[in-house]
Structure formats: structure tokens, C-alpha cells
Nanobody
Framework: QVQLVESGGGSVQAGGSLRLSCAAS????????LGWFRQAPGKEREGVAY????????YYVDSVKGRFTISQDNTKNTLYLQMNSLKSEDTAMYYC???????????????????????WGQGTQVTVSS
């Protein structure tokens, strides 16, 4: 059973930075898809950034491109999300998620909606004030 624990959320001023961490355990040795998602009050959960444990591939939604960076430290089984130039619209609960490797219909590894991920952390709150 894969377990995920996020940390690193907090409150920052617009333009500031935060780095989220997601400690993972329970991998069985196969490659996994990893993703960061967020959910603001009254809105649906949306994908933010994706990566693959066995490939050097990353994808971002347009709203965070150039500002957020997803990375992983396989020696520590930890996933990161570096968030720079934060905006008030980035305020949300942030979740990391994992699942066995899959490929989207457009060929992108691990790029999918929340329903394609089986394992979830408890979330960490990010609040950006303007």
C-alpha cells in the first residue's frame, strides 16, 4: 500500500515562494506516476504538475508553467513542488498523488485527471495573500 505525506504548506505574500514535499512509502519496485493536485474552496480538484519515477518527464498545467517545478529525490522517495512567484489564485489545498504508470491518450506519461490516481496524501494548505 502506497502512503503519501505532504508538508511545506503555509501562508505567503504574493510573489513569494514555497516548497512542498511529499514523502512516499510502500512502493513495490514498479515505476509510478506522481502528481501534484490542488483544490480551492468551491472548485474541483485540478492537476498542477506530473512526473514519472522512471523517466525524466514532467508536465505542467498552463497556469503554473514557468513558476512551479516538480522534482523527485528517489534516494529519499520524496516528491517536491517548488512554487515561485506565487499568486493569490494559487491559494488551495495541495495534494500529492501516485499510481502505477499510465500513459494518456495523447501519449504523455502520467498526465491525467484526479480519477486516474489511486493513492493520495492528506493535503497541505497554501495561502497566498495579495
Amino acid at each position: 500500500q502506497v502512503q503519501l505525506v505532504e508538508s511545506g504548506g503555509g501562508s505567503v505574500q504574493a510573489g513569494g515562494s514555497l516548497r512542498l514535499s511529499c514523502a512516499a512509502s510502500g512502493y513495490t519496485g514498479s515505476s509510478y506516476c506522481l502528481g501534484w493536485f490542488r483544490q480551492a474552496p468551491g472548485k474541483e480538484r485540478e492537476g498542477v504538475a506530473y512526473t514519472h519515477t522512471g523517466r525524466n518527464t514532467t508536465y505542467y498545467v498552463d497556469s503554473v508553467k514557468g513558476r512551479f517545478t516538480i522534482s523527485q529525490d528517489n534516494t529519499k522517495n520524496t516528491l517536491y513542488l517548488q512554487m515561485n512567484s506565487l499568486k493569490s489564485e494559487d491559494t488551495a489545498m495541495y495534494y500529492c498523488a501516485a499510481d502505477r504508470v499510465f500513459r494518456a491518450s495523447d501519449g504523455r506519461w502520467c498526465f491525467g485527471p484526479p480519477t486516474t490516481f489511486a493513492y493520495w496524501g492528506q493535503g497541505t494548505q497554501v495561502t497566498v495573500s495579495s
